[in-house]
DNA sequence: CTATAATCGAGACGGTACGTCCGGTCTTGTA
DNA sequence: TACAAGACCGGACGTACCGTCTCGATTATAG
């Protein structure tokens, strides 16, 4: 009760974090790096994130927070909006590099699986709501029926294909996602929802 | 004229490498216990990989090479087939873990992102086609178009949605794969491959 | 400010490098087991010593502390105590083994060798002018002249030869020091002095 | 039996030793330099000597070779003569960081020490004889009475001060030998023989 | 004039230690 | 109490040599 956190220390440190990874990447970022470029003290770190890991998962989230989506005017459009602006998101080295580590980590600790959940997948998933509702407002949707089960898979299925598939094409085959790429995969995604819903 | 290396030295360190990856994960993963485990010398491994990352990815490709397209007698059904038998392999810990690890480490080196393109990428992609070729044989899809740049496009776009779903599920989403899902995955994919090529 | 070095951790550093230099010898000394038998890391160890070879001096230069120069009543008698006393300290094992290697490092490095000078040889003169002084207030030897560089030469001289003598003997030779041999030694050393300064 | 060792590879061997010895000095010297220097096999080396030790006690003993007693027409030259040509001996870097690191390395070794006392010590006893036998023909020392072990211990006595005072004063004090300290040296050394023969 | 057997070059190999780096904890003094 | 500074332990890193080994290729002698 004598003194509290300095909650601007809080933001130095995430933005550390984030330039170390876009100069030195996921394995070659220390946390005295990190705390050297923030003006504090490795304890600071530690005294705020249990490791490394979680530390990166804070810095990266609200990357994620900044995406957003404009309604073009049709669904295959908003498909193609949001698919773009998740691959430039992606294509930023300190989102490519973090979310990738932050995963492998994952798989062998249950806190920084959960961490990644909240912070990261179950934030975005309001894209793909807001998506549905738009489309089924135009009519282009049925409306969800009352309590339906499988709406709410389509929802997770469709988010798992959409961030899967961008994922995937810029990390893995390491291909660019341009706009013609855009295209064919809203085309592709729009033919399946609609087959799968109509 | 000198003494030539052991090829059973390779299986030997790959297969240590697998191991201690299922017992350890990647992060705690040294190279002195791969070593040591495969009846080695540190120093063999470093004569034969420039580092950790690239003797992941040589451990962990010929898992890739298990999977097989059996002839389920649909379209539907191939999919699903891949798809599960992609999640099991995807839920091997020393698939998952290390995957996803050298995927982040990539982004920072263009030599590993090579070296996984080739052993683990373009390997695969083998799967997309011979599905493809068999849908089209049973009349499901139209026949390709003579040097069609658009039929090999969606070959790799089908490639990412089915290999990005899949992962992304697993891993970032950490919800399992299961033949409900794998159903509901098929369908979205046939709709729109089907609307697409129609 | 900061956490201040351990003053304790460096004696226990030196004393565990006598221990090791004991049972192993120079050669065989690893940073690795001093730190051990310290109960230390490594990293303590190179953080005060820019080297094996700089820690071993100091090391062994406390050995040479513990000669003295007790009265025993004439030159002579002086002369075989200290050169008694000087051979039963290059006899330690830790002594002889490590005074050697350290002076032959010392020849390609500027640094140890002036070490050396400060550490041990600079420190050990005091000896030979102790037992000069003596020898003139008993009249054994002229009183110096005053600044005279022929003095302090032959001071220089006496200890090349009492030390050199004495290490000669023990290491290279191979033979030992006893009390026959110190009084020889002894009686050839005070007739030369008294030759050249007579 | 079938094929004998070629003889010129030994003194390819010493001499690349030699010379690495002069460029790396006694701890940079590595057994690979010194075969790949002399055009040779690694185990070439292995085959001719037990270790680096021995091998370097046998391409530095030759050096002791050179050196002669010419006759300066008196004891007290004939010292300065030797003490001169010896300390020269001991100023090439060859000599002085090969000879102190063998002899701490021959402090754990009865073989290496061996190996020291009848490369190095006893061949050049035949100086400190001849010089005797010289200035006995010359009058300035009186006979050797037959079979004395005084006089026997005497030639070995003045061989450890004349070698060690000057190995002494330049390794270990790191001074200069020049004609003045030579002079100085012989001066004390002629009075204490003779003090000692008288 | 072979054939036979040791020598030789090259370099892979199992080890051991190196000196460095980093993670995470702890101990100071200052604010 | 929070904080900056930095010492500290532990442990992995990638490198350098060691001394041994396995290879073919190359001789000099014995048959």
């Known amino acids: 009760m004598a003194r509290p956190r300095n909650a601007a220390t809080d933001l130095a440190i ?10 030195k990447g996921w394995s070659k970022l220390t946390m005295a790096a990190v705390a050297e470029r923030a003006g504090v003290a490795k304890t600071t770190l530690y005294r ?20 957003e989506l404009p309604d073009r005017g049709s669904l295959q459009s908003d498909i193609e909006g949001v698919v773009l602006s998740f691959a430039s998101l992606m294509s930023r080295p300190e989102a490519k590099t973090a979310l990738m580590a932050v995963v492998a980590e994952s798989t062998h600790s249950p806190q920084l699986r959960d ?3 909240t912070a990261v997948v179950d934030r975005q998933k309001r894209l793909v709501r807001q998506g ?15 309590d339906s089960a499988e709406d ?3 929802i ?7 961030a899967g598939a961008v994922v ?5 085959s390491d ?7 855009a295209a064919a995969f809203a085309l592709l995604l729009v033919g399946g929802i609609t087959a799968v819903s109509g």
Chains 1, 2, 3, 4 share one sequence.
């Open 14 to 23: 995430l933005d550390a974090t984030r330039a170390e990874l876009v100069e």
């Open 48 to 67: 705020r994130w249990p490791g490394r890991s979680e530390m990166v998962v804070d810095a990266v989230a609200v990357l994620f927070d900044e995406l």
């Open 115 to 117: 961490r990644i959940r």
């Open 132 to 146: 549905r509702l738009r489309a089924q407002e135009r009519g282009e949707l049925p409306a969800d029926r009352p």
């Open 152 to 154: 709410e898979q389509l």
């Open 156 to 162: 997770d299925l469709t988010f798992d294909v959409v």
């Open 168 to 172: 995937h094409r810029v990390l893995v």
């Open 175 to 181: 291909e660019p996602v341009d706009e013609q790429w």
